[in-house]
């Protein structure tokens, strides 16, 4: 990984944010693999820290020989589990390195996630590709124009389309990201949009990750033509007790630490 001298939160260009995303997650894939891989499984769809699965909320709906489009699949552990559910799954990634654990994982369990290289806010797709789009953590954390990637969904989706993502819940810009009671006590002004840099030795963008505040996103949904059908905050169960960064059943029963929004593009209508 690249070493770290300094954090920083001012504003960062659309380039240089892919640039340091996509070095930070080639340089990250493998320890992030081993540390939650087990816990995301080969083929499971994980939602989230809070361990929401979609076998039992069911967001996408009935998948079977649905064109399902994943939003920053990593390792494709989502779209695989699609895959068993009859779906027809195409994923893509910023992360060659995330990608090649995708491979490593479809020769290991025979089950194949066809996924290419690419940046979520141009998608080499064809308009009208998809029925269902989904991202679980993907891409739209870790890209300076959210409203550029809503716009490519709105494109690749069929009309009537479904789109459900998830995101760290942005009620948690406030506090520090600790999964001890330090993280209990706000700090820091929730409306200050200015992202999370990690710099490097050269004081170059390292790690990029851009916060919008609730209204933010839900004013890009509907600016980006989506409909907004629902969003959840899922509660932390009970007897979940791993944590995973600044997720963690202390912080989890008080305070949100995801929301997932469900969004449609309207049908085309005579």
Same mark, same amino acid.
């Given at each position: 990984?690249?070493? *770290?001298?300094?954090?920083?939160?001012? #504003? *960062?260009?659309?380039?240089?944010?892919?640039? /340091?995303?996509?070095?930070?997650?080639?340089?990250?894939?493998?320890?992030?693999?081993?540390?939650? +891989?087990?816990?995301?499984?080969?083929?499971?769809?994980?939602?989230?820290?809070?361990?929401?699965?979609?076998?039992?909320? %069911?967001?996408?709906?009935?998948?079977?020989?649905?064109?399902?489009?994943?939003? %920053?699949? !990593?390792? %494709?552990?989502?779209?695989?589990?699609?895959?068993?559910?009859?779906?027809? *799954?195409?994923?893509?990634?910023?992360?060659?390195?995330?990608?090649?654990?995708?491979?490593?994982?479809?020769?290991?369990? !025979?089950?194949?996630?066809? /996924?290419?290289?690419?940046?979520?806010?141009?998608?080499?797709?064809?308009?009208?590709?998809?029925?269902?789009?989904?991202?679980?953590?993907?891409?739209?954390?870790?890209?300076?124009?959210?409203?550029?990637?809503?716009?490519?969904? *709105?494109?690749?989706?069929?009309?009537?389309?479904?789109?459900?993502?998830?995101?760290?819940?942005?009620?948690? $810009?406030?506090?520090?990201?600790?999964?001890? #009671?330090?993280?209990?006590?706000?700090?820091?002004?929730?409306?200050?949009?200015?992202?999370?840099?990690?710099?490097?030795?050269? %004081?170059? #963008?390292?790690?990029?990750?851009?916060?919008?505040?609730?209204?933010?996103?839900?004013?890009?949904?509907?600016?980006?033509?989506?409909?907004?059908?629902?969003?959840?905050? #899922?509660? $932390?169960?009970?007897?979940?007790?791993?944590?995973? +960064? +600044? $997720?963690?059943?202390?912080? !989890?029963?008080?305070?949100?630490?995801?929301?997932?929004?469900?969004c449609t593009r309207p049908a085309t209508t005579g």
């Open positions: 990984m690249t070493p *770290v001298s300094g954090v920083a939160r001012e #504003p *960062v260009s659309a380039a240089s944010t892919s640039r /340091a995303n996509r070095g930070w997650w080639d340089a990250s894939a493998d320890d992030y693999q081993a540390e939650h +891989g087990e816990f995301l499984r080969d083929a499971g769809f994980v939602w989230c820290p809070e361990g929401l699965d979609e076998a039992d909320a %069911g967001l996408l709906g009935d998948v079977a020989g649905r064109r399902v489009l994943e939003i %920053g699949c !990593g390792a %494709g552990q989502c779209g695989r589990w699609l895959v068993t559910q009859g779906a027809r *799954v195409t994923g893509f990634d910023l992360s060659f390195r995330q990608l090649r654990h995708s491979q490593r994982i479809d020769l290991d369990t !025979g089950v194949v996630l066809p /996924a290419v290289q690419a940046d979520a806010e141009r998608l080499p797709f064809a308009a009208d590709s998809f029925d269902l789009a989904c991202s679980a953590f993907g891409a739209l954390p870790f890209v300076a124009d959210a409203g550029a990637v809503f716009g490519e969904v *709105v494109r690749v989706l069929r009309p009537g389309g479904r789109f459900v993502f998830s995101v760290s819940h942005p009620i948690r $810009w406030a506090f520090p990201d600790d999964p001890g #009671p330090r993280g209990l006590t706000a700090d820091r002004s929730y409306f200050n949009r200015m992202p999370y840099t990690e710099l490097d030795e050269y %004081g170059a #963008p390292c790690y990029v990750e851009h916060h919008r505040t609730l209204g933010d996103w839900v004013g890009l949904i509907a600016a980006s033509g989506l409909e907004l059908r629902g969003l959840l905050e #899922p509660e $932390w169960p009970a007897g979940h007790e791993r944590e995973w +960064g +600044g $997720w963690s059943p202390l912080r !989890g029963r008080i305070l949100p630490g995801t929301a997932i929004f469900t």
